[in-house]
């Protein structure tokens, strides 16, 4: 520092020299030339010093420069020999320092070589014990700098490798999570109300959502071999690093497999529901359809047709109560599916149709009794209107001066011997049965009393008409013996 500032001192005098009056100039010289004098002569006594002093500062500056190398080796070394990271923010944080090492390396590569200049610098200050033990270090720190080279490459891929098996391990663990929860949120909002095509809808909305659990099975298989092998990968010291990894694994697996089966419960929840609420309907339309068909032949009034009769009475007789009782049955079914206010619902609606059910169910054998009435009631009128034209055909017999013999024996043969007024006969008393039977279980309907007179009426008109015929036939020949006679 002070020989700085003498050489400034110098170089001032020189320039003041140039441009000062020559007295100046002069004073000026004298007085540099004192001082150069004194600083002369006491530089050579200085001189030495500050060899030494440059001597310590150059060792120093080795020393530290040094030991800023052999740290950054230490560090260097203590990352390349770390266990391998656990998880993905610490592979990124561990790949972040590996590559901070690769860019500073070709430092201190140079920095080794300064060590070198300096070390090269201060060998005549060193003893020879300070020269070998120095060499030793520099050398072993040189090699050291050589294997972190050769270490950073492998180390680098080796870690990205694992960074990517990391991050695809975390991304399908987040994607399976993920699934999982939406899979959870989208069952807990299942219902069992709105009827057979709701629940159908949810059910193939369910279907279709874990229509993808094969998929996201086999990426979970595919991430627990990854994890297989990283643990497999881990030294001894580093596998008890990665028990968290496992752990988390484990635990994503048992959450899988309790969504699954999940999954198969509500989907046969589901689909046993729609049957139930399918059997019901089913159930309830066959007893509307039957009850409605019920209804229309009660309320028919045009039963003058033979055939018409017939059917109402094929139909009533089929009646048996199983319909009834499967539609019963299914809206049970239903109630452990269903809320209690939609089973309430069901349960009145069941009540309606049973009490509907009740009242067809008793107007029905009326109903029978009447079709059975209204049938003997046509054959009888069918019979009487062939003893009628009978009766008619002898009459004009009888015009056409058949003979009354002839005629009685038709007569005979027709009205005692034939089938025709026994069947007659037959139907007025199973009218008259009917009759009797209805009147006993309905007091208040008078109507086949009524309908039973008519016939009787008419089938005593007919009987007096074919007495009638008799008589005429037998005293026809007594007259004409007598009109021989007289």
Known sequence: MWHEKYQLLNDTVSFLAATCDPSVVHDLKENFGIISTKWESLFQHVKQYQYT????????????????????????????????????????????????IMLEIDDMDEQWRVISKKFQSLLPELSGEEVD???????????????????????????????????????????????????????????????????QQQLEKHRQFFARTLYYKTMLDSKNKLVSGIV???SPVERSQVEGLVKNMQNLSEHFKRVENNAQIWEQKLHEC???????????????DWMGTAEKLLQERNLESKQTVEAHKNYFDQINDRPLRHMTQASNDLKQWVSPDEYEHIS?????????WNKIMAA?????????????????????????????TEHQLLNKKEDPQVVLSRHISFFEQGKVPQEAQRCL???????????????????????????????????????????????????????KAK
């Open 274 to 288: 729609i049957r139930c609420w399918r059997n019901y309907e089913e159930n309830k339309q066959t007893v509307c």
């Open 348 to 356: 009145k609606a069941v009540e309606q149709w049973q009490g509907k």
């Open 53 to 100: 002093g440059q001597m310590l500062r150059m060792r120093k500056d080795f020393l530290e420069t040094l030991s800023g190398l052999q740290k950054w080796l230490r560090n260097a070394e203590d990352l390349l020999a770390a266990p391998q990271p656990v998880n993905i923010e610490a592979a990124r944080a561990y790949n972040k320092e590996l590559q901070s």
């Open 429 to 483: 008393e199973n009218l008259s049965q009917m009759e009797g039977r209805y009147t006993v279980k309905h007091p208040e309907d008078q109507t086949l009393k009524e309908q039973l007179a008519q016939a009787k009426a008419a089938s005593n008109t007919i009987q007096d008409r074919v007495k009638n015929l008799r008589v005429l036939l037998e005293e026809i020949p007594v007259q004409w013996n007598a009109y």
């Open 232 to 234: 497999r990968a881990a």
């Open 364 to 392: 029905a054998p009326i109903h029978l009794t009447k079709l059975e009435f209204r049938l003997e009631e046509d054959a009888l009128a069918s019979l009487l209107k062939e003893m009628d034209r009978e009766i008619s």
């Open 133 to 199: 033990r120095l060499m030793k270090t520099i050398k072993k720190e040189k090699e050291c700098l050589v294997r972190v080279r050769a270490q950073l490459p492998q180390r680098q891929t080796y870690v990205h490798q694992l960074l990517t098996q990391q991050e695809s391990l975390e991304a399908g663990q987040q994607e399976i999570a993920e699934w999982l929860n939406s899979a959870e949120v989208m069952m807990n909002s299942y219902v069992f109300t709105g009827g057979p095509q709701a629940l």
